[in-house]
């Protein structure tokens, strides 16, 4: 097998989640052994890890819409990938992303772009279950 061209398109986490969970459901009730075996963990063990994570909360509607909200913005597509995939939230975070960005984004581009990012869903943080207070005093102290 040969690779003519390895950068003809890239994909969103959403992308590829959605093609991992149609996969699985195209090979439900089948018997994986050997290679096929190794592909079923890996693409079961990848869904698993991505509908953790905020691609999982969108759709092809929110995705359009960022990415037409981010032409005013002068962006390569691999930049716009990243701020969809890994949701910067400092300006920190955003410079490593953005490359030049000091010469390419003026301050209020920059906070709007900041902002923009964070008006993605995300799903909300679980929230570790409160300890249980015991109604008995411990008597040996």
Request: charged share 30%; hydrophobic share 35%.
């Amino acid at each position: 097998m040969e690779i003519i061209d390895k950068n003809v398109a890239m994909l969103s986490n959403f992308e590829v989640h959605d093609l991992l969970a149609s996969l699985q459901t195209n090979t439900k009730g089948k018997k994986p052994n050997g290679r096929a075996q190794n592909l079923a963990t890996i693409t079961y063990e990848t869904n698993e890890y991505l509908s953790k994570t905020p691609c999982a909360l969108q759709d092809a509607k929110i995705i359009k819409d960022f990415l037409n909200d981010l032409k005013l913005v002068k962006l390569t597509k691999a930049e716009k990938l990243q701020l969809l995939n890994l949701r910067p939230v400092t300006q920190v975070e955003l410079q490593l992303l953005v490359e030049e960005m000091e010469e390419r984004l003026s301050e209020e581009e920059t906070t709007a772009l900041l902002e923009r990012v964070a008006a993605l869903p995300c799903p909300q943080p679980e929230q570790p279950e409160p300890p249980v207070e015991s109604d008995t005093m411990d008597t040996n102290s």
